[in-house]
């Protein structure tokens, strides 16, 4: 693109805005990040966990942190699934030269500011309205601050403030029925009792019932297990005991593995989310905004996809936007990405429908159908939503690390 001396503002200092703002530093295009959390919130260790694809990886080599982020990370062996009541009933290897990762949110983010030049990124600055006109975007913070753009790129989240803005005739996201809570059981809390049921640490783990689902793996020195269950709505509690105590009472009943894991969890490291996708949208473009990862095209976590997706997003239009007009850009990015990717949200919704069934007849024939199927069928069922991901044409634009 032609350069111009306003640099592209991004909104939001996730996975996706971080990725975005690497690539187009590393492509010597001018950016500027805009979180409207605080410094000190922004580099909190709080938060669940990614795993991290093949694709992703590849980009993140050609960033310069894949092997930041390997080292922070945890290679997993094997999945074991069990039943509510701690039955195993299905063991999925993986292949041992996958190069994946499972990574703290946190770590991860941390990577990616430590890659950054630090003034690109701004902190406590809540961007509260945008507006295109003839020469760019011009962004509102809370302050009362203007701010001038020649692209803004919102990557803001399931609840974007740039997408409410611009897109003011837009449907509001989908709740898909499910409430979420994660949390972090360290292995020095664990009793006996505990430590004595739970796998070796370089397996992950998934425990299903009726209407519920408990994922675990092993990150560092705790257990972060991310718990699922059907709600009619989201009311979000906070951290601490209160929460704690909440998910307890979803998972009632179930066997000492899942009730160990809630139970001797810290309580300030549980919070409470609720489930949100979109169903597909006309468009992603409106003049000079475009939006990407969540802000995009939420989706269920049971495909592993949403961080991906999002950094993947990140890396194809901060590439684009390095060689061509805006516009140009623009055009090609949702001709790359828009139908593949909404594919997935598409997968992931019906993923979770099955995963958290409450007729026992289907979660029978869905544990059966996992319990039945070949590894290497599920293997591939896991990981084909990440061939959309595919991103070796771009890598080698890229020049080399430092």
């Not at 982020?69 to 030269?97: C, I, N, W």
């Not at 295109?132 to 753009?149: F, I, K």
């Not at 059907?230 to 906070?238: G, P, V």
């Not at 623009?330 to 992931?348: H, M």
Request: hydrophobic residues 40%.
């Amino acid at each position: 693109m032609t350069h111009e001396h306003r640099p592209i503002l991004i909104a939001g200092a996730g996975p996706g805005g971080l990725c975005t703002a690497l690539t187009l530093q590393r492509r010597g295009v001018p950016c500027r990040v805009l979180e409207r959390a605080s410094h000190e919130q922004v580099l909190s260790d709080v938060g669940g966990g990614y795993d991290i694809g093949v694709n992703s990886l590849k980009m993140l080599d050609s960033l310069g942190v894949g092997n930041a982020v390997r080292e922070q990370g945890r290679k997993t062996a094997e999945v074991l699934s069990y039943t509510h009541s701690g039955a195993l009933f299905d063991r999925m290897p993986f292949p041992e030269g996958m190069d994946v990762a499972g990574v703290m949110r946190s770590k991860l983010q941390h990577i990616l500011l430590d890659a950054l030049d630090p003034s690109t990124l701004r902190c406590s600055a809540e961007i509260v309205d945008a507006t295109n006109h003839d020469a760019g975007v011009e962004v509102t913070l809370a302050t009362g601050e203007r701010l001038s753009t020649s692209v803004l790129i919102g990557a803001d989240g399931v609840r974007s403030t740039v997408r409410r803005s611009v897109f003011q005739d837009d449907d509001p996201p989908h709740f898909c029925g499910l409430s979420c809570a994660w949390g972090r059981t360290p292995l020095g809390d664990m009793t006996d009792d505990l430590a004595a049921l739970m796998p070796p640490e370089d397996r992950a783990l998934n425990v299903m019932g009726p209407g519920r689902i408990l994922l675990a793996g092993c990150l560092g020195d705790h257990w972060l297990w991310s718990a699922f269950w059907q709600s009619e709505s989201f009311e979000r509690s906070e951290s601490g005991p209160k929460s704690q105590d909440n998910v307890a009472k979803q998972f009632e009943g179930w066997g000492p593995m899942t009730r160990g894991l809630i139970d001797q969890a810290r309580p300030e490291t549980i919070v409470e989310v609720g489930i949100w996708d979109r169903d597909p949208a006309p468009s992603w473009v409106h003049d000079r905004t475009i939006l990407i990862g969540d802000a995009a095209h939420p989706m269920t976590p049971f495909l592993g996809q949403g961080a991906n997706s999002a950094m993947i997003d990140a890396f194809v239009l901060g590439n684009l936007l390095a060689d061509e007009t805006p516009e140009a850009a623009f055009t090609r990015f949702e001709e790359r990405r828009k139908r593949a990717v909404e594919k997935n949200v598409k997968s992931a919704r019906s993923l979770a429908g099955w995963m958290t069934t409450t007729n026992r007849l289907s979660a029978f024939a869905f544990r059966s159908m996992m319990r039945l199927m070949p590894s290497a069928v599920l293997r591939h069922a896991m990981t084909s939503a990440d061939q959309v991901n595919d991103v070796d044409d771009l890598v080698p634009l890229m020049p080399s690390a430092a």
